[in-house]
């Protein structure tokens, strides 16, 4: 199970913690990588800064990207993520607040695989992170070593 | 002939002073339109950021609020007395109904926003549709709609259908304590223009609360459900088609809507689909 790891890119602490109890709630047992911008998210997945001696190998199964984020937006990070062949084909869902008609168009152009607003409700909160994560960490699957 | 001369010079030269003046005026003009442009361009770049801005901040908050109080009720409620989880039910409620607050408002921002096109549409059809939801899918009332056949009007179709909801979904709460409750829809001519009204036979209201009925937030019956946005909304939408709208009510003796949709050419009654 150790290399089936969730990305979070998170820069709500609330939001990352109720992220990840919903995510034990539902015995979703993927290790979760949680950074804190979008200069740390290039960092971990490109081996550099505090991760330079991560294992590039090991890639997430699914990188779960918010829009506002300090130092380096959400849509930019998605942006680098296509642009380097390392992370062509990594799975990338969109997770925010925002409903705004351009950041969904903006998240598509750029390649994002999912869009997914961030309901304020709980209930429907917990509903989207469980089958967000049952759906990309067990049953997608992408192509190898591209 | 000298004389004449001199006096057809002077003439000459003040017309030029006069339209030198003119010119400089006509300047300043032009100037003082670009500035105000420019200001309201501003303004409008100021107010989608605000709109964008509180879509993302303002509800991530609420989620905290809604969430933590859900994972206490979820995880620790052996722990917690009758008055405690009611306490927190309480806390999860007010986010949520913050939440389609803000929804409501972003929703009315964007009416200003959104460009679309002006064309012909059967509003006693959009009523007729609008009403049959209302009854399909809450059959538990029973209310009788009246409506005036063959009524065309131009303009935005999809605002209009959302002005027309959202008033009859104020007709449709206000008359729910009544037995025979009745909603009216139909349209008269003043002096060339064309007035619709919707009316209802519900609890009606104070003529003296008139003019704040369609502000925003403001709410006149405390044990009616709603947010106070709904007839906010229809007056954006009037005013977007340089109409207006105006109310007219009694406590207890029901409340009739006025609108005008201004922006329309000519109106034929009979004109069918």
Avoid at chain 2, 47 to 65: G, N
Avoid at chain 2, 216 to 233: P, S
Wanted: proline share 2%; glycine share 6%; charged share 30%.
């Amino acid at each position: 199970m150790s290399n089936k790891i969730i990305l979070l890119v998170e820069d709500n602490p609330d939001d990352e913690e109720l992220t990840i109890r919903i995510l034990k709630k539902h015995h979703i047992l993927n290790d979760v990588v949680v950074v804190r911008d979008g200069s740390e998210a290039l960092d971990y997945l490109f081996g550099e800064g505090k991760y330079a001696n991560r294992d590039l190998n090991v890639m997430p199964v699914i990188v779960m990207l918010d829009i506002k984020l300090p130092k380096v937006n959400g849509l930019e990070v998605l942006r680098r993520i296509r642009e380097d062949k390392r992370t062509k084909w990594l799975p990338v869902v969109i997770l925010t607040s925002s409903d705004e008609e351009r950041d969904l168009i903006e998240s598509y152009k750029m390649g994002a695989n999912s869009y997914v607003r961030k309901p304020v409700d709980f209930i429907q909160f917990q509903q989207a992170v469980e089958q967000l994560a049952l759906y990309w960490a067990l049953l997608n699957e992408v192509p190898k070593g591209s | 002939m000298e004389k004449q001369r001199q006096i057809l010079e002077k003439q000459v030269s003040e017309r030029t002073k006069d339209l030198k003046v003119a010119n400089q005026e006509l300047g300043q003009q032009k100037m003082s339109i670009q500035k105000y442009a420019e200001a309201l361009k501003q303004s409008n770049e100021d107010l989608e950021s605000f709109s964008y801005s509180v879509s993302h901040d303002l509800r991530t908050p609420l989620r905290s609020m809604d969430g933590f109080s859900q994972m206490l009720l979820d995880e620790y409620k052996i722990k917690l007395d009758k008055r405690g989880i009611d306490y927190l039910h309480r806390i999860s409620n007010a986010s949520q109904r913050m939440s389609r607050l803000i929804d409501g408002l972003l929703k009315l921002s964007r009416f200003a926003r959104n460009e679309m096109h002006i064309s012909r549409v059967n509003v006693s059809d959009m009523v007729r549709s609008i009403a049959e939801e209302y009854q399909q899918f809450m059959q538990k009332r029973s209310v009788k709609f009246v409506i005036q056949d063959h009524i065309i009007a131009e303009g935005y179709p999809s605002l209009i259908r959302v002005l027309l909801t959202n008033l009859i979904d104020n007709a449709w709460k206000f008359t729910s304590q009544v037995s025979d409750a009745e909603i009216d829809f139909g349209c008269q001519k003043n002096e060339g223009q064309t007035i619709y009204y919707l009316k209802d036979n519900g609890v009606g209201f104070d003529m003296s609360y008139a003019d704040h009925l369609f502000d925003v937030f403001q709410r006149h019956h405390d044990d009616y459900e709603g947010m106070g946005i709904g007839l906010a909304t229809v007056k954006r939408i009037v005013q977007r088609h340089g109409g207006r709208i105006w109310a007219e009510g009694k406590v207890g003796e029901g409340a009739s809507f006025y609108f005008i949709l201004n922006n329309e050419k000519h109106v034929d009654k009979n004109g069918g689909k």
